[in-house]
Structure formats: C-alpha cells, structure tokens
C-alpha cells in the first residue's frame, strides 16, 4: 500500500475480472502510499492505526471518513460468509448478526474450497498490515496447509520458517489459481 499508485480496490476487482474469482476484501486500508496510516479490519470491525514505520498499531474505532466504506465492505463480506452454509444463510436472511467466528469458519471453509479469495492489504516495505487483525492467524495457522500441499512445499517450510515459506510462497499460489 506505500507504493505509488497503489490502489486496494481496485486490485480486488481485478482478481475478480482477470482471475475469474470470487475475491473479497477482509481489510481496508487507510490512506495510501505515503499516509498509509492503518487498516480497517472487517471482521471485527475496528481500525489498527500504525503508530511506526514498523507495522505496531493501536486499535481504535473506525474513522468516520471511513464508516460508510467499511460498512459497505463488510456487508459485503457477511453476505459471502453466509453463502457458504445453508445455517449462516437463513440468520443472514432472518436479519441476524454473523459473529467472528463463524466468518472466519465461514471464509475458511470458502478458502479451502477455492470459492471465495479472501485479500487483505500491507506494506511488506514497512511490515505494515502483517500483524494486524488475524491475518497472520489466517494465513499461517488456517490456509497454510493449502499452500505448502498445493505447491509441494512442505519440505521448505520444514526447513524454514513457516512464515517465510508463506512470504515467499502465498503469491504464487494465487497467481496460479
């Protein structure tokens, strides 16, 4: 998000026109290049403000600059969540609020079948957005069997770090979906 020119949104559409996927947003980030200055979690719905270059934040209410967006985005994501199971489709339908836990069962599931591209935005330059919300926990606790199995990777992330193979490894496996 710190280069120049970078824009979120519309790098999700374009994995959903070019890709051909279901791409759906999980953050949002706040400002860009320059006054990139934090990410709108949209599953729990709060805001991680950067107070370094180093990717440490503070979570704090969403700005009111951006609540009509996050609400937008986040309906958005509810409604994928819930059309993943027939259950989570009649309480979205019945008006019922979705809790975390089952959008991320929800986005999970979506994931491992390859019906929804969960994207998440950060700045690898500054290591911003890599700690925040439960990217990390996605990626590395949830999804990463998905990555290393698909790829043949399994011997490099047993001789590396995991978070490395998936640093190293996470883009490819999109590009080749």
Known sequence: MDRT????LSVVEQIRERLGHNAIAMQLPIGAEDNFTGIIDLVNNVAHMFTDDMGTYDEEPIPADYAEL???????????????????????LEGEELTVEEIKGAVRKATCEVKMIPVF??????????????TQSLIIAQL??????SK??????????????TANHSALWLSKL
């Not at 043949?152 to 193979?165: D, H, S, Y």
């Open 5 to 8: 020119g970078a824009n979120f």
């Open 70 to 92: 996050a609400a937008e985005y986040r309906e958005k994501l509810v409604e994928a969540a819930a059309e993943t199971d027939e259950e989570l489709m009649m309480k979205y």
């Open 121 to 134: 935005c950060g700045s690898a330059f500054k290591n911003k957005g890599y700690r925040c919300c439960w």
């Open 144 to 149: 990463q069997p998905i990555f290393l199995l």
């Open 152 to 165: 043949g990777l399994w011997k490099t992330a047993k001789k590396q770090n995991v978070m490395q193979a």
